[in-house]
Nanobody, 129 residues
Framework: QVQLVESGGGLVQAGGSLRLSCVAS????????MGWFRQAPGKEREFVAV????????YYADSVKGRFTISRDNGKNTVFLQMISLKPEDTAVYYC??????????????????????WGQGTQVTVSS
């Protein structure tokens, strides 16, 4: 069992920046593909970004490409989401997720919530206009 705990959310003005962190329990974090998703009120959960277990491969949703950066520190069991140039439409609860079973980094699979085995409780990001 893996527990994921997100932090770093908050209220920021449009154009501002935030850095989200997600700390995982357990000794097998470095073997997991890690993703970030978000869910706005009244909307379905949507994919944001994913990073391979070594950190060498990343993939982003078009809506955040060029503004968000996903990274990881396997020594600290932590995955990050650096967000810049934030927009009001980025307002959502942000969740990190861990995938322990997908053998090949396939973006069509890893951009869907069903690919992930463990989820955090989420952290709220609110961007004011």
């Amino acid at each position: 069992q893996v527990q994921l705990v997100e932090s770093g959310g908050g209220l920021v003005q449009a154009g501002g920046s935030l850095r989200l962190s997600c700390v995982a329990s357990g000794r097998t974090f470095s073997s997991y593909t890690m993703g970030w998703f978000r869910q706005a009120p009244g909307k379905e959960r949507e994919f944001v970004a994913v990073i391979s277990w070594r950190g060498g491969t990343t993939y982003y949703a078009d809506s955040v490409k060029g503004r968000f950066t996903i990274s990881r520190d396997n020594g600290k069991n932590t995955v990050f989401l650096q967000m810049i140039s934030l927009k009001p439409e980025d307002t959502a609860v942000y969740y990190c997720a861990a995938d322990r079973t997908t053998a090949v980094f396939t973006t069509a699979v890893l951009s869907t919530a069903r690919a992930y085995d463990y989820w955090g409780q989420g952290t709220q990001v609110t961007v004011s206009s």
